[in-house]
């Protein structure tokens, strides 16, 4: 994304409604350049609609994201150590972005766009322009890669926890059959209705250094805020035709306003900063819940816990088991009953379905 194309994106934000001549004399370019500006948009999934009376409008408005309102919202002591924010019109992925920075220290990178963001094992994270929260947040332990082997477990939790309390002025209880919020393992929140399950956020956790320490860590999220219908239905309708042609479907999409929830990017932002960063800070003074904790508040929010599953290999879809789905370990592997005969496995190369989505 250009910084005209940004430029455009604010213009609109603020003005509403206006016409290519406007948008050119104010920001000093040809109603060309503002057509070619705007043609990428629409390809980058932002919703921008034209007529001949009132000009380009945004038809799903969000406030552009901003380093300032979101410092101002941190609390004193996560201030204190975030030592970089910035905030960016496009970047390839913010967590690459972190790892290049020779600055060193905590920091916190978050981008309007990604053209090359990653979810596990590479797979390409899909986000139109302007619709989500993708953030990442590096911090530097003196303890090892050996005490944070749960990080990912413990993000997982903190993150359903967020976003559900987003929803709960308009989300009925789980108890009447709506929505509820789950945790896929092992980097998915999955908003759970009826037999219905679509993804609305996703984590990816890198680590760097030794076991005994020290450690740096990039945590990455990407939640799905305010997308496009047409995007939505465009990711669909792929996921459709992937399990048509024999291919494993992975979740639909879902984003926040579809679920009901008018969220403030810069808010949000703040808010999942300031918890990461009590996390990591309990971390580092040991004061995080112990593993059994995990396992108990990880299985009451585990999409298949208990559930019949198979687990297939992610690089030539072997299947590797059947059976029962029986929550994590201490060490935080999956683990998957098959008669009196358990499994349990990491997070490196496998994945989990539900067994009425799997030929067999």
Known sequence: MSPLAHEIMLTLRQQGAVSGRRLAQHLGVSRAAIWKQVQALRAAGVAISASSGSGYRWQQPVALLDAGEIFACLQPSVAARVLHLQCLPECDSTSAVLARAEQ??????????????????????????????LLSLRWEFAIGASALALLGIRVGLLLRAVLQDQLEP?????????????????????????????????????????????????????????????????????????????????LPPVDLRTLGGEVSR?????????????????????????????????????????????????????????????GIDVSGAYLVHSGAKSHSFNASAISLRQWSQTAT
């Open 104 to 133: 060193a220290g905590v920091a916190c990178c978050m981008s309007e766009q990604q053209t090359a963001g990653r979810g596990r094992r590479g797979r390409h994270w899909q986000a139109p322009a302007y619709g989500s929260l």
């Open 170 to 250: 308009v989300q009925p209880l789980p108890e009447s059959g709506l929505p509820a919020l789950k945790l896929k393992w092992p980097n998915d929140v999955v908003v759970q209705q009826a037999n219905d399950s679509a993804k609305l956020a996703g984590i990816l956790i890198e680590m760097q250094g030794g076991m005994d320490g020290p450690c740096t860590v990039i945590i990455g999220v990407g939640i799905n805020v305010s997308w496009p219908a047409e995007w939505l239905q465009q990711l669909r309708e792929q996921l459709l035709h992937s399990a048509v042609s024999g291919e494993h479907q992975a």
């Open 266 to 326: 810069n808010r949000l932002a703040a808010l999942l900063i300031n918890q990461l960063a009590e996390l990591c800070m309990q971390l580092e003074q040991g004061q995080s819940l112990t593993a059994e904790a995990l396992l108990d508040s990880w299985r009451q929010h585990d999409l298949l816990f208990g559930q019949r599953i198979c687990v297939r290999s992610d690089s030539d879809d072997v299947l590797l088991a059947d059976g029962v789905a029986g």
